[in-house]
């Protein structure tokens, strides 16, 4: 019993001693209020459907591209994620659609500074558009409200350089027949037209940017019409994986 005891008065004693060691003061409310840094408040909140509809294109488009400085400088804004969970329960009036790549590199919301309820995204290897894409995209534009479709390619893309290379494999070799037109409007480039070449692959990839609009348009009459009204925007842009920096072509 008296072994116990002291067992237990040793281990209190080190804990005494670890403690004051910690804080010479003894004084713990000090230590507590000293660890604490001042944190900013939580920002943001779920879009409502009358602020939608307030929103023009071109306001988003710059909201998207303030959002990306703010990505880069590591700035991003902070969110109640719960509570915004819970907001958008009831339902969902996003700014715009991302048509992006898989690519993991590439978290789109933070990229753009977004929060749940603000983005529609929609993923392919090599950011084409299909029959598939096409209809998400006129569900989130005619359907839901969504004001911009922005196309998002990036640097070093592998669907863009394995269309260059001309890959078999499966149902990848189908998937590329979607991006060959890109490679196709690329052949005037003078330098090597190899996956190799950075700077030949990034030319495809921006064609194949440019290319995805033009079909978004020549085969959705319903996203052609809301272009030509003002009513949306079709842009594209590029992301470069060393920086983060989205640029609007």
């Known amino acids: 019993m008296k072994k116990v005891q002291l067992f237990k008065f040793a281990a209190i004693t080190i804990s005494f001693l670890a403690f004051s060691c910690g804080n010479p003061t003894g004084n713990k409310k000090e230590i ?3 660890s604490k840094t001042p944190k900013k408040p939580l920002r943001e909140r779920v879009l409502t459907v009358s602020e939608q509809k307030a929103l023009t294109p071109e306001l988003i488009i710059k909201a998207l591209k303030d959002g990306n400085k ?34 993991s590199r590439i978290p789109v919301e933070d990229v753009f ?9 929609a993923r392919v290897a090599g950011n084409f558009s299909n029959v598939d894409i096409l209809g998400s995209l006129e569900f989130a534009c005619k359907v839901s409200g969504a004001k911009v479709i922005l196309v998002l390619g990036h640097e070093s893309c592998g669907a863009i350089k394995s269309a260059i290379d001309d890959v078999k494999l499966g149902n990848i070799t189908s998937m590329l027949y979607k991006i060959k037109p890109a490679v196709a409007l690329s052949s005037g480039f003078a330098g090597e037209k190899s996956s190799k070449n950075p700077a030949f692959v990034e030319l ?46």
Request: with cysteine; charged share 25%; glycine share 6%.
């Open 70 to 103: 703010r990505f880069v400088s590591n700035d991003l804004t902070l969110r109640d994620h719960s509570a915004m969970v819970r907001d958008a329960a009831a339902g969902q009036y996003p700014k715009a659609v991302i048509l992006s790549c898989v690519d």
């Open 113 to 121: 500074d977004r929060g749940i309820g603000d983005i529609f995204v």
């Open 32 to 34: 507590t209020d000293s």
């Open 204 to 249: 495809v990839a921006k064609n194949n940017i440019r290319h995805t609009i033009q079909t978004i348009k020549s085969e959705s009459p319903i996203l052609k019409e809301m272009s030509d009204h003002g009513d949306i925007k079709i842009v594209g842009a590029y992301y470069d994986l060393h920086t983060g920096a989205v640029e609007f072509l």
